[in-house]
């Protein structure tokens, strides 16, 4: 199967940086969009930020001009780079995947999670 894991999430205090990133293992062929979710305490899985295999990103308008994604199709790993953080930005981090896979029975298509990272901001 597929697995992703995250890496690189802390603690940090407001203004500082973090650099997260997810690798994808397993019999994958290729990987359509990749993504950066988050949840905080009591809220909703929001996403933050996706990127095609093309290279096209998407943002959360909450989040523009201060985190940039990017992935190296080559490692089937996804980053996100978080400047500037705020407070707010405090939440679970997950990567997300749309991944074309193969096996002995065939080849076949997933949307898979990884299993989240902290990231706190401080005041």
């Known amino acids: 199967q597929v697995q992703l894991v995250e890496s690189g999430g802390g603690l940090v205090q407001a203004g500082g940086s973090l650099r997260l990133s997810c690798a994808a293992s397993g019999s994958i062929f290729s990987i359509n969009v990749m993504g950066w979710y988050r949840q905080a305490p009591g809220k909703q899985r929001e996403l933050v930020a996706a990127i095609t295999s093309g290279h096209s990103t998407n943002y959360a308008d909450s989040v523009k001009g201060r985190f940039t994604i990017s992935r190296d199709n080559a490692k089937n790993t996804v980053y996100l780079q978080m400047n500037s953080l705020k407070p707010e930005d405090t939440a679970v981090y997950y990567c997300?995947?749309?991944?074309?896979?193969?096996?002995?029975?065939?080849?076949?298509?997933?949307?898979?999670w990884g299993q989240g990272t902290q990231v706190t901001v401080s005041s």
């Open positions: 997300n995947a749309d991944v074309n896979y193969c096996s002995a029975y065939g080849c076949s298509n997933g949307d898979y």
